[in-house]
């Protein structure tokens, strides 16, 4: 089992991917990502440049253009996981205590409802991609 390193608060964006982001390589690159979960990788969790940013348009060296922002998504994701930064586990287990103690509960937009995809999120948790996807599949 490989092992990634993720900034906390991509254990949201990751799981919701559907496609979209902010360039087509950054989209190909988190499709990589997306799959590689399918095998249940070994995580690390740290609050700087990760396996996601690498391809990202607004990473700049270990930071982030909005840093300020994306910090404070990852503090709070730790905080409400219960979980120390360089903590370590498995992609499902890390996924499972996600929808636990944050999208089950509500609790994903106080973390980052002022995020740019923030609409694909709700849509998600609405049910509403998964209509559409069928619908589309139907035409
Ligand atoms: S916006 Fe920032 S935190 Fe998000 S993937 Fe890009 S560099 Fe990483």
């Known amino acids: 089992m490989s092992g990634i390193k993720l900034r906390p608060h991509h254990l949201l964006c990751v799981g919701y991917f559907e496609g979209k982001g902010y360039s087509d390589s950054f ?25 996601v940013c690498r391809a990202c348009p607004n990473r700049v060296g270990n930071a982030c ?6 910090m404070r998504y990852d503090r709070e994701v730790l905080r409400l996981l219960e979980i ?23 609790k994903r937009r106080q973390i ?13 948790e609405d049910g509403t991609i998964h209509e559409n996807t069928l619908q589309d599949s139907r035409e």
């Open 27 to 51: 989209s190909r690159s988190m499709e990589q990502i997306k799959e590689l979960t399918l095998q249940n990788p070994g995580i690390t969790l740290q609050c700087c440049a990760d396996e």
């Open 65 to 70: 253009r909005t840093q300020e922002k994306v």
């Open 84 to 106: 120390e930064e360089e903590g370590c586990s498995d992609w499902k287990s890390l996924r499972n205590l996600t929808e636990e103690k944050i999208l089950n509960c509500g």
């Open 112 to 124: 980052c409802g002022d995020c740019a995809w923030d609409e694909i999120c709700r849509k998600n």
